[in-house]
């Protein structure tokens, strides 16, 4: 088993040599449309196809799959649900969710890149008692970003969202910061903080102290992405005694036309 993991690894390693990037480092290809769970002033290029899978506690999976439609345009939609890694009955989420985003502005030297979208996807379990998901889904959304040389790249993100799962009480517009650090060419270390101002009053999930993530991106081969995240570090969650939630991201990207 021992050698079959090192054999394993060996693989990926030498294959990541040999190939170009997926969106980790600073050789990547394609830009990021999230990081974690905030979204980005990002878009997929015209022409190409994304696939990503988020597995995280509670056997929980969720499935995207994005188009570049046209320049400055992208289009996906997304499924999932909870126990579908493990035993017992698969909760499956009560719909699909969709997303889609247009660049408003290109990033230049003095002004960041802007993207409008919408994104009804939320993450983890779906309480149906709430109409709401444990990660809520950021809604309608307006994301900034700006690169900067240091040390290879810095990434400074920003997002303003208003989530349509308000049957919490908490209706309030929302707010959320993001960094991504490159490590060499291949790997990427990327952050983010939720002011989650629209989860933490009437039957909110959250405390009020906000939601910090951080994740690593690997650029294996060619269009292809692993990631490795912990969320809720400052354990916001009510009904959880624990933090840094341990989540596996995956993220294929290829060209169609």
């Known amino acids: ?47 190409y196809t994304g696939l990503s899978l988020d597995v995280m506690p509670y056997g929980t999976v969720i499935s995207t799959i994005e188009v570049g439609v046209f320049d400055n345009f992208s289009f996906g939609i997304s499924f999932g649900g909870s126990n579908i890694i493990g035993t017992g009955k698969v909760e499956w989420y009560d719909r699909p969710g969709v997303n889609a985003r247009f660049r408003l502005i290109d990033e230049s030297t003095s002004t960041p890149a802007i993207v409008v979208g919408f994104d009804s996807q939320g993450k983890g379990r779906y309480f149906s008692n709430l109409h709401r998901y444990e990660i809520k889904s950021p809604g309608f959304f307006v994301a900034a970003a700006k690169n900067f040389d240091f040390l290879g790249y810095l990434s400074i993100h920003g997002v303003m969202n208003y989530s349509l799962e308000n049957n919490d009480s908490d209706k309030t517009l929302n707010f959320r910061l993001g960094i991504e650090k490159t490590i060499g060419k291949k790997v990427s270390l990327v952050a983010e903080y939720d002011f989650g101002w629209n989860d933490n009053s009437g039957n909110a999930i959250g405390k009020g102290d906000g939601y910090l993530n951080m994740g690593l991106r690997w650029s294996i081969v060619d269009g292809f992405t692993l990631g490795a995240d912990l969320r809720d570090l400052l354990n916001n969650k009510k009904f959880t005694t624990h933090s840094a939630n341990r989540a596996i991201f995956v993220e294929y990207i290829k060209a169609i036309f």
């Open 1 to 47: 088993m021992k050698f079959t993991l090192k054999l394993f690894l060996l693989s990926l390693i030498s294959l990541s040599s040999l190939f170009a990037q997926g969106t980790a480092g600073t050789s990547a290809k394609f830009e990021y449309r999230r990081l974690i769970d905030m979204p980005t002033a990002g878009v997929l290029e015209r022409g």
